[in-house]
């Protein structure tokens, strides 16, 4: 089971880390991402990280402004959230890939999801 949080209000410009923790014994096998969803909107891909944390994709809207990184030993998959605008504005997933072949960056090659956490920028 997956579990996200970190999420709140802040500041455009602001930073927010997410943090998602696996509770099962094989955090370390899969392939992790984080997805976001605006209202009215269709689930987009932020980012995933590669099991062994070597490999990451990003959205081209979230480069050099986003980082994805993983502690296998905490079971935990990370957002590190900078330079926010009002358009990050979404509840934000993350999710696994348990088959881990390939590092995917769409939503169906993800096939456990956790709960989101809500995240808003605004002044």
């Known amino acids: 089971q997956l579990q996200a949080s970190g999420g709140g209000l802040v500041q455009p410009g602001g930073s927010l880390r997410l943090s998602c923790v696996d509770s099962?014994?094989?955090?370390?096998?899969?392939?992790m991402g984080w997805f976001r969803q605006a209202p009215g909107k269709e689930r987009e891909f932020v980012g995933s990280?590669?099991?062994?944390?070597?490999?990451?994709h990003y959205a081209e809207s979230v480069v050099g402004r986003f980082t994805i990184s993983r502690d296998n030993a905490k079971n935990t998959v990370y957002l590190l959230m900078n330079s926010l605008k009002p358009e990050d504005t979404a509840i934000y997933y993350c999710?696994?890939?348990?088959?881990?072949?390939?590092?995917?960056?769409?939503?169906?090659?993800?096939?456990?999801w956790g709960q989101g956490t809500q995240v808003t920028v605004s002044s």
């Open positions: 990280i590669k099991y062994n944390g070597a490999v990451t």
């Open positions: 999710a696994a890939d348990r088959a881990a072949v390939v590092l995917g960056t769409t939503r169906r090659a993800f096939d456990l």
């Open positions: 099962g014994r094989t955090f370390s096998t899969y392939n």
